[in-house]
Each structure stands twice: as structure tokens, then as C-alpha cells.
């Protein structure tokens, strides 16, 4: 850590060490205020219901004067209509600036915000200029629930700070490891090359993270373990890594494939859309919302909560049911296909909102795979905590773990580590 000594020369001044991330979604902006020298968090926050009436921003400074430091003792919350992801990110940076935290602090070194496509330009953090901009979005198309929100985040944080770098952390970058086999579709290759058709693969970040976190579980280097990674949150993927690096994932060109989502519909013939536009009368843009938002846990019950759906289950809802059952069955079928493409799987690890709080999606889906070395012990799956742990029994060949994911931490680790290289 380089520091200075401030005008009297007495007190060494350290240098700027705070990162801001902005984890900006289609509705939704995350935030976290981190301080590098210790990765802690000095704030976190969310708005959600961008462009709704009834937004909420909750605001939580962990400073700990006073306050215990915990999350929720200084807590704030607002609701009321937020226009815009700009008036989010404005209102973001009142709250942090009532907590003395505000953007304009000198020992803020850098703003980083994940972006969610990234083509196959970028397989690194990047600092943002005005070509990168262009770049993300030309992938629009790709991405058009989170890229452009993305885009949103980065201006108005550029407005606000122009002094500052600016970096993205790319959600498909940590998927460009993955072999052709598993990157192209098997479509004329004279068409795909000429619109880069293949697959891209998201929550990267959340799965480099998650698959170093479970190695480290296991007391051992990431070159040294195959981890399948399951990310259930509203967007869901599966990712099999060997060796640290990423060789296969389930979202495809866009965050539309693979898993059954919280309103997302995965994995579905394509021939679906001629059908529905040929048959049903359907135009492409009415398609794309019944895919990306009208499906899903959502298309089949009504409902893409997963708590709400259990709900729903122990009050014998057959609809609810028959939707955790899709859900689960497709999830089983990414276990047992990542395991092939693996040959030798060392953890299963579920990670997001999901995976890290719904017990019996995990149990649902290792029920039944006892042969594949894979069994989860009900007591070690029942415990709450937010820490990273096993839940298979101790005979269990293949461990299964929880590994809470913290997407954010890692834009800050990338982010920093790129200001200072
Ligand atoms: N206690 C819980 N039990 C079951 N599901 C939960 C629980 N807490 C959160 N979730 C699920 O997590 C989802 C959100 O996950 P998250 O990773 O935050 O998603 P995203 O980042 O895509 O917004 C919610 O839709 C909800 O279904
Ligand atoms: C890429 C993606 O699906 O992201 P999220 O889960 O945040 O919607
Ligand atoms: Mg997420």
C-alpha cells in the first residue's frame, strides 16, 4: 500500500484504497463502498423497482461508530418513485455522501461496474473509454435486460466522477476458457462467424469467485479441483470448471438458455419461435418478452420467488409444484451432463439467492444421485449461515457445498488490482 504524508508531515495520509461497485440490473441497482486495504465493506445498498412507484432504496452504512457495524444496525430506507437507473445512482450517492462516504471523498481510487456481455473482446476488467462504451453497446442485442442498464450505471458515474477510471468487470469473461466444442452451436459456421453466434456464458464472476471459494474449502489450489457450480438466483446458471479454469456453462448467446429461471424459460426447442410465430401469430419482440420475462418459474405458477413457491407447496398447490419440479429436473440433468464433460468432479457448489437459502432445491436435486458419488446429509443442509460449507455426509465421494457468491467483492478485487497494476 503506498502511502503519503499529508501537509504537516506528520500523519501518513494513505493514498486512495476505497472502491465503489455498481451492480446495475434490469430493475435494480446494486452497490458496495469497499475499502482495499481489507476488503471490508464500508456500505451496501440496493434500489429495486426502477421506474416503478413503489422503488425502495435501502442504504446500509458499515462504518461501525457506535452502531455495533453489522449490517442493518445504521440501516436506511426509502420508497417512492425512482424514475431512472440515473436517479438511482444520484440518490446512491446522497446516501453515501450523508454517511461522509460520498463520491467525491479523495480515497475513492476507482469505480467498478459489472457489465454484463462482453463479447469476446474483453476477457479482462478493462478501463472504460469512450471505444469500450461503443463495444458494450453494440452488444445490446445480446444482453437487452442488462446491458443497457449497465451503460446507465457508467455514464452517470462518469458525470458524477469524471476524474475517476471507470472499469468494467465482464460477466462472459471468465467463460472465454471455454473449448470450441462447447462455445459454438452446431449452425452453418459461415453464418455464425459472420453475426458471432456462439456462446458466451454469464455470471462469470460469480463463478471464478464461487470455484476459488470451494477450493479453498477443500483446503486445496484451484488448478488442483473440478467444481460444477450452480448460480440460482432470478437468472440461473450451471458452469463445470476444471482446474480454475471454465470449460463449459448453460447460458448461450444471451442469458436466455440453458436452466429454468425465475421468468426466464432456458433451455426450449427453438423451433418454439417459428411455431409461435407461424402458428400463434406471435411477433418476434411479443416471443422475446414470453421467453425472457413471461416464463420460467413465473410462466408456469405465477410466481418466480422461490420461498413464495414453497409456500405454495406445503399449502399443496399442484402448479407450484409442478414448477419446482421442472425446475429441479433440469438442474439435475446440467449436474449429470457437467459431470460427464468433467470426467471427475471434486464439488457440486450452489451459490445466489437460490442455491445459498433454499435447502431443498438442494436436496431435490442430488436426490437420486447417490451413484455418482453425490448425497447431501439433511442436518448439514438444514444449518443457516452465511458462510461457506459442506452439506454432504462424510462418506459422500464427491463433496457438495454452499458457497455464498459475492459478485461484488470480486468487481472490487478486479477493479482494484487493474488501478494499481
Ligand atoms: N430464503 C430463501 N429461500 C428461497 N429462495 C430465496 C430465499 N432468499 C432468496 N431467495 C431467492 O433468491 C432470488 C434472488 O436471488 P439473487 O441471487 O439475489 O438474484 P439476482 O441477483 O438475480 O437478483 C429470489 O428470487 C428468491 O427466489
Ligand atoms: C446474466 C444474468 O442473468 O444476470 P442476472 O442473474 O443478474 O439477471
Ligand atoms: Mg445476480
Same mark, same amino acid.
Given at each position: 500500500?503506498?502511502?503519503?504524508?499529508?501537509?504537516?508531515?506528520?500523519?501518513?495520509?494513505?493514498?486512495?484504497?476505497?472502491?465503489?461497485?455498481?451492480?446495475?440490473?434490469?430493475?435494480?441497482?446494486?452497490?458496495?463502498?469497499?475499502?482495499?486495504?481489507?476488503?471490508?465493506?464500508?456500505?451496501?445498498?440496493?434500489?429495486?423497482?426502477?421506474?416503478?412507484?413503489?422503488?425502495?432504496?435501502?442504504?446500509?452504512?458499515?462504518?461501525?461508530?457506535?452502531?455495533?457495524?453489522?449490517?442493518?444496525?445504521?440501516?436506511?430506507?426509502?420508497?417512492?418513485?425512482?424514475?431512472?437507473?440515473?436517479?438511482?445512482?444520484?440518490?446512491?450517492?446522497?446516501?453515501?455522501?450523508?454517511?461522509?462516504?460520498?463520491?467525491?471523498?479523495?480515497?475513492?481510487?476507482?469505480?467498478?461496474?459489472?457489465?454484463?456481455?462482453?463479447?469476446?473482446?474483453?476477457?479482462?476488467?478493462?478501463?472504460?473509454?469512450?471505444?469500450?462504451?461503443?463495444?458494450?453497446?453494440?452488444?445490446?442485442?445480446?444482453?437487452?435486460?442488462?446491458?443497457?442498464?449497465?451503460?446507465?450505471?457508467?455514464?452517470?458515474?462518469?458525470?458524477?466522477?469524471?476524474?475517476?477510471?471507470?472499469?468494467?468487470?465482464?460477466?462472459?469473461?471468465?467463460?472465454?476458457?471455454?473449448?470450441?466444442?462447447?462455445?459454438?452451436?452446431?449452425?452453418?459456421?459461415?453464418?455464425?462467424?459472420?453475426?458471432?453466434?456462439?456462446?458466451?456464458?454469464?455470471?462469470?464472476?460469480?463463478?471464478?469467485?464461487?470455484?476459488?471459494?470451494?477450493?479453498?474449502?477443500?483446503?486445496?489450489?484451484?488448478?488442483?479441483?473440478?467444481?460444477?457450480?450452480?448460480?440460482?438466483?432470478?437468472?440461473?446458471?450451471?458452469?463445470?470448471?476444471?482446474?480454475?479454469?471454465?470449460?463449459?456453462?448453460?447460458?448461450?448467446?444471451?442469458?436466455?438458455?440453458?436452466?429454468?429461471?425465475?421468468?426466464?424459460?432456458?433451455?426450449?426447442?427453438?423451433?418454439?419461435?417459428?411455431?409461435?410465430?407461424?402458428?400463434?401469430?406471435?411477433?418476434?419482440?411479443?416471443?422475446?418478452?414470453?421467453?425472457?420475462?413471461?416464463?420460467?418459474?413465473?410462466?408456469?405458477?405465477?410466481?418466480?420467488?422461490?420461498?413464495?413457491?414453497?409456500?405454495?407447496?406445503?399449502?399443496?398447490?399442484?402448479?407450484?409444484?409442478?414448477?419446482?419440479?421442472?425446475?429441479?429436473?433440469?438442474?439435475?440433468?446440467?449436474?449429470?451432463?457437467?459431470?460427464?464433460?468433467?470426467?471427475?468432479?471434486? !464439488? #457440486? &457448489?450452489? $451459490?445466489?439467492?437460490?442455491? /445459498?437459502? %433454499?435447502?431443498?432445491?438442494? +436436496?431435490?436435486?442430488? @436426490?437420486?444421485?447417490?451413484?455418482?458419488?453425490?448425497?447431501?446429509?439433511?442436518?448439514?443442509?438444514?444449518?443457516?449461515?452465511?458462510?461457506?460449507?459442506?452439506?454432504?455426509?462424510?462418506?459422500?465421494?464427491?463433496?457438495? !457445498? #454452499? &458457497?455464498? $457468491?459475492?459478485?461484488?467483492? /470480486?468487481? %472490487?478485487?478486479?477493479?482494484? +488490482?487493474?488501478?494499481? @497494476?
Amino acid at each position: 500500500m503506498t502511502s503519503t504524508p499529508n501537509r504537516e508531515g506528520a500523519v501518513p495520509v494513505t493514498a486512495a484504497h476505497r472502491i465503489l461497485v455498481l451492480n446495475s440490473g434490469s430493475s435494480s441497482v446494486k452497490y458496495q463502498l469497499l475499502d482495499m486495504r481489507d476488503s471490508s465493506r464500508l456500505a451496501v445498498g440496493l434500489v429495486e423497482r426502477i421506474g416503478e412507484e413503489t422503488s425502495r432504496l435501502v442504504h446500509s452504512p458499515l462504518t461501525g461508530d457506535g452502531d455495533g457495524g453489522g449490517e442493518g444496525s445504521g440501516k436506511r430506507e426509502r420508497t417512492g418513485p425512482i424514475a431512472d437507473h440515473e436517479a438511482a445512482l444520484k440518490a446512491v450517492a446522497d446516501e453515501l455522501t450523508r454517511d461522509r462516504l460520498g463520491l467525491d471523498s479523495p480515497e475513492l481510487a476507482a469505480i467498478g461496474h459489472r457489465v454484463v456481455h462482453g463479447g469476446l473482446k474483453f476477457s479482462a476488467p478493462t478501463v472504460i473509454t469512450d471505444e469500450v462504451l461503443t463495444e458494450i453497446e453494440r452488444l445490446v442485442p445480446v444482453a437487452p435486460l442488462h446491458n443497457p442498464a449497465n451503460i446507465t450505471g457508467i455514464r452517470t458515474a462518469q458525470a458524477l466522477r469524471p476524474d475517476l477510471p471507470q472499469v468494467a468487470v465482464f460477466d462472459t469473461a471468465f467463460h472465454t476458457t471455454m473449448p470450441e466444442s462447447a462455445a459454438r452451436y452446431a449452425i452453418d459456421i459461415e453464418t455464425a462467424d459472420a453475426h458471432r453466434i456462439r456462446r458466451y456464458g454469464f455470471h462469470g464472476t460469480s463463478h471464478a469467485f464461487v470455484s476459488r471459494e470451494t477450493a479453498k474449502l477443500l483446503g486445496k489450489d484451484p488448478s488442483e479441483v473440478n467444481v460444477i457450480v450452480l448460480h440460482l438466483g432470478n437468472g440461473a446458471s450451471a458452469s463445470a470448471v476444471r482446474g480454475g479454469e471454465c470449460v463449459d456453462t448453460s447460458m448461450g448467446l444471451t442469458p436466455l438458455e440453458g436452466l429454468v429461471m425465475g421468468t426466464r424459460s432456458g433451455d426450449i426447442d427453438p423451433a418454439v419461435t417459428f411455431h409461435l410465430k407461424r402458428v400463434a401469430g406471435m411477433s418476434t419482440d411479443e416471443i422475446d418478452v414470453l421467453l425472457n420475462k413471461k416464463s420460467g418459474l413465473v410462466g408456469l405458477c405465477g410466481d418466480n420467488d422461490m420461498r413464495e413457491i414453497r409456500r405454495r407447496i406445503d399449502e399443496g398447490d399442484q402448479r407450484a409444484l409442478l414448477a419446482f419440479e421442472i425446475y429441479i429436473h433440469r438442474l439435475k440433468k446440467y449436474i449429470g451432463a457437467y459431470y460427464a464433460v468433467l470426467g471427475r468432479v471434486d !464439488a #457440486v &457448489v450452489f $451459490t445466489a439467492g437460490v442455491g /445459498e437459502n %433454499a435447502a431443498p432445491v438442494r +436436496a431435490a436435486a442430488i @436426490a437420486g444421485l447417490e451413484e455418482l458419488g453425490l448425497a447431501v446429509d439433511a442436518d448439514l443442509n438444514a444449518v443457516r449461515t452465511d458462510s461457506a460449507r459442506l452439506i454432504s455426509p462424510e462418506y459422500a465421494r464427491v463433496a457438495v !457445498a #454452499v &458457497v455464498p $457468491t459475492d459478485e461484488e467483492l /470480486e468487481i %472490487a478485487r478486479q477493479t482494484y +488490482a487493474l488501478v494499481n @497494476a
